[in-house]
């Protein structure tokens, strides 16, 4: 379907609600035709085995059907032409011969209330599904061809026969195997109107309009897209599974605004994920750079300080704005703010925390007149003997903003509230990232960045454990010894060791910066950020 069809189903809504489901009478038996609201705004459907994971989509799309389309697992050109009867004829799709026993096939079949099955192939394809179909009665439907463009989509996707493996015909194929949608425009009408012909009629049921199906369409997946197309939602394709990394599609998405979305395949990983990067492409927030992530690419922080007693914090600001514009000219990168939210501080105060705090009211203007320069902004907050994420409700208002994130030290943790001097255990700092992941999908925010300095990896206590979901960027700073000196080497050396899956890598930069900067950059691993501060 083009991006042009897609922007005519209409603008729709995103809201945390469900969709509602959309139902019709079979217009010869009077029997229930119903498709169903996908859980929640997001769903994904993960499984890498072609059976499992059509059950599932139909699970997922269906709470019942007159109508179901059998096919081999097994046969790659019976998957494509199934996935397109089921989206021509308002079906759901399964498959035999995967990882889902004849059973399985029987029960979902009785569960959808499915009095007749279309199985697709020839005669012997019909006895080889015979158990399957249960007491339900077979129609065969063997067009001999899909259309000429459908042929030669399923012929590009033949390849070896091996099921669930990268580089292999099932669900989990990677690379450039890659199979058209199954849409009904890729049978031919004369076989089209011939099944119909022999089959239930379901006359106009109203679909789902409000739900749209994430696609990177593999081998082994045309069943269960099959099915979502037969179920009314509107496929949007994404290169990667990764909706934020791709300008068109977000633009596509923006303008669709769908209420509900179900990703199919492994590669848009977890619902939370999936529901935060439509939330953000239909919010219209972005970075100032116009983009969803903060990586790949490098970023240079400057340190500043709102002065105590100061009248007008905005305009004070800009000193930090035209520095941070300076170094990100001599040190390569985009320039970044690090605002002073809290310190340590070497008495309890009036709470017991050992920080003292930045007012709100300073800080509020300081920040959104960086904002408004086009630069990044990281709160900086000092732990004292408070968790981590003890700022974090009263940085909120902030951290609501498109490209305003966090830096944290967890050396500078006060030993206190069962808590030792020094360190924090990465449960402290999962805490951290999990709050700013929901801030995030709430807020429909762009990536957030979590700056964390370190001297040492032991500061963070089971630091390769910590998760990191796509809502935040983690950067972890080898730390300078002294205000305005490098990262010494072992100290880098140490901090770019055993990583937690994702994280980025900091440096810190020396006052004096020669005219060739790179010839003082760490270039393994890579650079995401150089802290000039």
């Known amino acids: 379907m083009s991006v042009a069809a897609l922007l005519a189903v209409g603008a729709l809504v995103l809201a945390g609600c469900t969709v509602p ?13 119903q498709v169903r609201d996908p859980s929640g705004p997001a769903l994904v459907l993960d499984s890498t085995d072609p059976a499992e994971l059509a059950l599932t989509a139909s699970q997922a799309f269906f709470h019942a059907s007159p109508i179901a389309v059998i096919a081999s697992a097994d046969d790659v050109d019976a998957r494509a032409t199934a996935a397109a009867t089921g989206a021509a004829v308002t079906a759901p799709v399964l498959l035999t011969d995967g990882g889902v026993s004849d059973t399985n096939v029987v029960a979902e079949l009785e569960r959808l209330g499915a009095g007749t ?73 004369a076989d089209l109107a011939g099944l119909r012909a022999d089959i239930p009629d379901v006359s106009d049921p109203e679909l789902l309009q409000e739900v749209l199906v994430a696609v990177d369409p593999r081998p082994g997946q045309e069943a269960a897209i099959g099915t979502a197309l037969a179920a009314g939602a509107v496929p949007v394709e994404v290169p990667g599974g990764d909706i934020a990394a791709d300008a068109g599609t977000v633009e596509t998405i923006r303008a669709l605004k769908p209420l509900g979305v179900v990703g199919i395949g492994a590669e848009f990983g977890a619902a939370d994920d999936l529901g935060w990067q439509v939330a953000v492409a ?36 800009v000193r930090a704005v035209n520095a941070a514009t300076t170094n990100g000219e001599l040190l390569g990168g985009s320039p970044l703010v690090t605002v002073t939210a809290s310190v340590r501080s070497s008495a309890p105060g009036e709470d017991g925390d050992y920080v003292d705090e930045q007012p709100l009211e300073l800080l509020t203007p300081a920040v959104e007149a960086i904002r408004d320069a086009g630069q990044i902004v990281l709160l900086d907050v000092a732990p004292g003997v408070q968790p981590l994420a003890a700022q974090l409700d009263d940085l909120e208002p902030l951290l609501k903003q498109p490209g305003v994130g966090l830096s944290v030290h967890p050396e500078f943790r006060v030993a206190g509230n069962g808590a030792e001097s020094g360190s924090v255990p990465a449960a402290e700092l999962q805490e951290v990232v999990d709050r700013l992941a929901r801030i995030a999908t709430a807020q429909g925010l762009p990536q957030i960045m979590l700056e964390v300095h370190q001297s040492t990896a032991a500061s963070v206590v089971g630091r390769s454990d910590l998760r990191i979901p796509s809502q935040v960027a983690v950067v972890f700073t080898a730390a300078g010894p002294a205000a305005g000196q490098a990262t010494a080497g072992g100290v880098w050396a140490d901090v770019a060791n055993d990583l937690p899956a994702h994280a980025v890598l900091g440096w810190s930069a020396p006052s004096e910066v020669p005219a060739d900067a790179t010839s003082i950059l760490p270039t393994e691993p890579l650079l995401g950020l150089v802290s000039a501060g």
């Open 117 to 189: 099955v279309v199985v697709v192939g020839d005669e012997q394809a019909v006895a080889d599904v015979g158990p399957a179909a249960g007491d339900a009665e077979v129609v065969r439907f063997d067009p001999g061809a899909l259309s000429a463009a459908a042929e030669a989509a399923a012929s590009a996707g033949k390849g070896d026969a091996g099921k669930g493996e990268p580089g292999k015909d099932g669900a989990g194929t990677k690379g450039d195997d890659k199979v058209e949608l199954p849409t009904a425009d890729r049978l031919h009408a």
């Open 21 to 33: 489901t959309a139902e019709g009478d079979d217009g010869k038996t009077g029997e229930k035709f």
């Open 282 to 317: 239909t919010s219209g927030a972005t970075l100032p750079d116009g983009s969803l992530q903060l990586f790949p690419g490098r970023y240079v922080s400057t340190s500043y300080t709102v002065p105590a007693g100061i009248a007008d914090p905005a305009a004070d600001a």
